[in-house]
């Protein structure tokens, strides 16, 4: 069993914990207040008010985080990288750019430390039920390292390249999610003009050849919009980001982008 710290023990994170302690692995997770260590505590989890105490002697760091900006700010600015040990590795759960990931196995190269990006697809029920899927990168000996930890939680643990690789397969899934979205909102404008109900359209086409996992769970709103008031903040963070990457590689979404903007819009604006 592998010492783990943990960072981000919240919507997320915290099933990823119980499922820890669960499987026998010792867990000290950041909660910066007395409230937020209680219900870590109540996880089974050791608990710690800095980064560098989360990091101190564990073999697996795990972080699990919202934004890029944070998983910077607890890596770097809050010194848990540099508070490694030799031989520890690093795992990142946030959904961001591939280039967080590179930087920070960039100065953990100086500590001989190790990363490994591994975001995450599936919500909490998924955790919970060991069944989340994770989209890993990294070198083969890191993941190696990392697997007996995140199959607490994850299944399948898909290894899809290098460092990075991970981050660009998730963008590129949450590309497609987001398209859908718009394609779904395209079939309700012409349902309507054809006479047919949203609610009755989105139920209808979870039974068709056009169903997907997608369909599904707009249908299981009552509508495209009331799904959106619901994901459309944490799907236009990812959009946001694919774009921004995309444009520095010399590409673009193509018609991928015309059906996100039928869909979330301008709403995709990042929550601060």
Same mark, same amino acid.
């Given at each position: ?15 990823? *914990? !119980?499922? /820890? ?10 909660? $910066?207040? @007395? ?19 989360? +990091? ?5 760091? *795990?972080?699990? *985080? ?10 770097? #600015? ?7 040990? @030799? ?9 961001? &750019?591939?280039?967080?990931? !590179? ?17 995450? &697809? ?24 990392? !697997? @007996? ?5 994850? #299944? @399948?643990? /898909? ?25 779904? $909102? ?15 359209? =989105?139920?209808? /086409? ?16 009552? &509508? *495209? #919009? ?13 959009? #946001?980001?694919? !774009? +921004? ?7 673009? =979404?193509? /018609? =991928?982008?015309?059906?996100? &903007? ?11």
């Amino acid at each position: 069993m592998s010492r783990v710290g943990f960072v981000g023990a919240g919507r997320m994170g915290a099933p990823m *914990v !119980r499922r /820890l302690v669960g499987a026998g692995h010792t867990v000290t997770a950041l909660g $910066r207040t @007395p409230e937020k260590r209680a219900a870590a505590s109540d996880l089974g989890a050791a608990t710690a008010a800095e980064p560098v105490d989360v +990091a101190t002697g564990a073999d697996i760091v *795990v972080v699990c *985080v919202f934004t890029d900006d944070q998983v910077r700010a607890v890596c770097l #600015d809050g010194g848990l990288l540099a508070a490694m040990a @030799p031989g520890a590795t690093l795992v990142i759960h946030t959904t961001g &750019s591939p280039d967080t990931a !590179r930087l920070l196995a960039a100065r953990g190269r100086d500590h001989g430390v190790d990363v490994v990006d591994a975001p995450v &697809s599936g919500g909490p029920h998924d955790i919970a039920a060991g069944a989340v899927t994770l989209f890993v990168g990294g070198s083969e000996a890191a993941v190696e390292r990392a !697997r @007996p930890v995140l199959a607490a939680y994850g #299944d @399948p643990i /898909l290894h899809v390249g290098p460092l990075g690789a991970g981050q660009s397969v998730k963008l590129v899934n949450n590309t497609v999610f987001a398209a859908q979205i718009g394609l779904l $909102r395209e079939a309700v404008r012409l349902g309507g003009a054809l006479g047919v109900a949203e609610p009755d359209l =989105l139920t209808a /086409l979870t039974h068709g050849s056009s169903s997907s996992r997608v369909s599904n769970m707009i249908a299981g709103r009552g &509508s *495209v #919009d009331a799904f959106i008031d619901m994901a459309g903040a944490f799907v236009g963070k990812d959009v #946001d980001v694919v !774009r +921004a990457i995309a444009a520095a590689a010399g590409t673009d =979404l193509g /018609l =991928l982008d015309e059906a996100i &903007s039928a869909g979330i819009g301008d709403r995709n604006a990042t929550p601060t």
